[in-house]
């Protein structure tokens, strides 16, 4: 089996593996096999003697898939790696693009003050906290013994 057909074989496996997947439509896997593609192509020009892990990291920054000004609305925090809205970001970025939170910020250039959570959500469990008497203890006053003596 010829270099090419081994690395269209690859292709077509990790093609299938992720157009199997529900949340997935025709544009991506076609994106993904374009992309996998090109990387092929990019090693055999190469020599192919190098893998991907033995290259340097290259520091280039995303694009996101939405404008970062259209991320956040009051109701849902769009990831800027796929454009998916969500009330919180922190488990999709974990799950479906292997990042932390410092991470994702980085590669976008966010400040760290960049919600990653909606506004509306936060606001909700906050008054739910609230509610419950979350973040009322007093710790500058002495506690007070409840017991009656007898």
């Known amino acids: 089996m010829s270099e090419q057909e081994k690395n269209q074989e690859m292709i077509a496996k990790i093609v299938s593996a992720f157009a199997s997947r529900p949340d997935v439509s025709v544009d991506e896997i076609a994106a993904l096999t ?37 991320a956040v609305t009051r109701s849902k ?27 994702y910020r980085e590669t976008f250039g966010l400040p760290d003050d960049f919600p990653l959570v909606a506004p509306d959500y936060s606001e909700l469990k906050a008054k739910t906290a ?13 506690k007070v013994a409840t017991e009656a003596t007898s």
Request: glycine content about 12%; aromatic content about 4%.
């Open 77 to 103: 925090v769009y990831c800027l790696c796929c454009g998916k809205g969500f009330k919180m970001l922190k488990r999709h970025i974990g799950a479906e693009h292997g990042l932390t939170e410092e991470a």
């Open 34 to 70: 374009k992309k996998l593609a090109g990387t092929l192509d990019e090693a055999g020009e190469r020599g192919g003697n190098e893998s991907v892990s033995d290259r340097p990291a290259e520091k280039t920054p995303s694009t996101p898939a939405i404008p970062i000004e259209n």
């Open 130 to 142: 609230k509610k419950l008497g979350l973040g009322t203890y007093d710790r500058t006053s002495p």
